[in-house]
T-cell receptor, first 118, second 110 residues
């Protein structure tokens, strides 16, 4: 079974530029998450999708971050404009729909995109 | 996050047992997790425990939960060099939304 795919793996940009990250979840997983992991910290949830709808975006800095999952499969996360403090690894994860019971407990993580903002 | 705390570093000799500790603050936590992160890789779920359990064993891994003290621990028996990684404690409610600690870096020395 293929895992969660993310691209690019690395990105270096200057502050005030824009950047976009792509995620392809595991086939059949209705729930998709984007996390931000700053160096030395644990991942912090940015946004959660159930199919193509947003379940929770309370931690997403909406003045500069946006995310979409138009067809309920792939997702993109965009930052516009980027700030120095956005330097982090952006992790995508997917899981079964929460109504699937114990099957929904495990989130499967992609390798992440490491963003450096200069 | 600040709701989940764990020690930052642990050094252990190969073959010994490792014990990683974690405390959490949310009394409504339903699931407690241990994730492993190796360099350049995403997180991998090692094990989880439901909040009404106090122990779970899975091969070399033993999870202990003290719900009264909100304390979770992970014991790795016969620690190997491949166990060197960052271990994250996390909790969630029934919504499965994870709150992670800052991670414990485990270094296994020969």
């Amino acid at each position: 079974e293929a895992g969660v795919a993310q691209s690019p793996r690395y990105k270096i940009i200057e502050k005030r530029q824009s950047v976009a990250f792509w995620c392809n979840p595991i086939s059949g997983h209705a729930t998709l998450y984007w996390y931000q992991q700053i160096l030395g910290q644990g991942p912090k949830l940015l946004i959660q999708f159930q199919n193509n709808g947003v379940v929770d975006d309370s931690q997403l800095p909406k003045d500069r971050f946006s995310a979409e999952r138009l067809k309920g499969v792939d997702s993109t996360l965009k930052i516009q404009p980027a700030k120095l403090e956005d330097s982090a690894v952006y992790l995508c994860a997917s899981s079964f729909h929460r109504l699937a019971g114990n099957k929904a407990v495990e989130q499967f993580f992609g390798p992440g995109t490491r963003l450096t903002v200069l | 996050g600040e709701d989940v705390e764990q020690s930052l570093f642990l050094s252990v000799r190969e073959g010994d047992s490792s014990v990683i500790n974690c405390t959490y603050t949310d009394s409504s936590s339903t699931y407690l997790y241990w994730y492993k992160q190796e360099p350049g890789a995403g997180l991998q779920l090692l094990t989880y425990i439901f909040s009404n359990m106090d122990m779970k064993q899975d091969q070399r891994l033993t999870v202990l939960l003290n719900k009264k003290d909100k304390h979770l621990s992970l014991r790795i028996a016969d620690t190997q060099t491949g166990d060197s990684a960052i271990y994250f404690c996390a909790e969630s409610g029934n919504d499965y939304k994870l709150s992670f600690g800052a991670g414990t870096t485990v270094t296994v020395r020969a």
